[in-house]
């Protein structure tokens, strides 16, 4: 099972990105997805999550500014990156938790897409 991360870049502060993870190989749902951001000191801090029933939260610094959200059917799930801004820079990592009941649950990650805003 792998996490494929797509949709990173630069752009000028007040512009957009969407990110997208898709969970490939796997035979289970996933039950949560999340986007992280790394910073160069390696300091990972959880910026969205999704459950597999809608259930969203997001870091205080992004909310109002980013939507994150899930395709169940494709075990995909995608990060609406909108009014950036510089300090939003960094390493964004996709996270993800599958499995189902009686059969166990795993946690995989992505390997990390870099986000470069600029002033």
């Known amino acids: 099972v792998r996490l494929a991360e797509s949709g990173g870049g630069s752009v000028q502060a007040g512009g957009s990105l969407r990110l997208s993870c898709t969970v490939v190989g796997s035979d289970f749902p996933s039950l949560v997805m999340a986007w992280y951001r790394q910073t160069p000191g390696n300091q990972r801090t959880e910026i969205a999550a999704v459950l597999s029933n809608g259930i969203t939260s997001y870091d205080h610094r992004v909310e109002g500014r980013f939507v994150v959200s899930m395709n169940r059917a494709k075990n995909e799930v995608y990060l609406q990156m909108n009014s950036l801004k510089p300090e939003d820079s960094g390493t964004f990592l996709c996270?993800?938790?599958?499995?189902?009941?009686?059969?166990?649950?795993?946690?995989?990650w992505g390997h990390g897409t870099q986000v470069t805003v600029s002033p």
């Open positions: 996270y993800a938790r599958v499995g189902q009941s009686g059969a166990g649950v795993w946690e995989f």
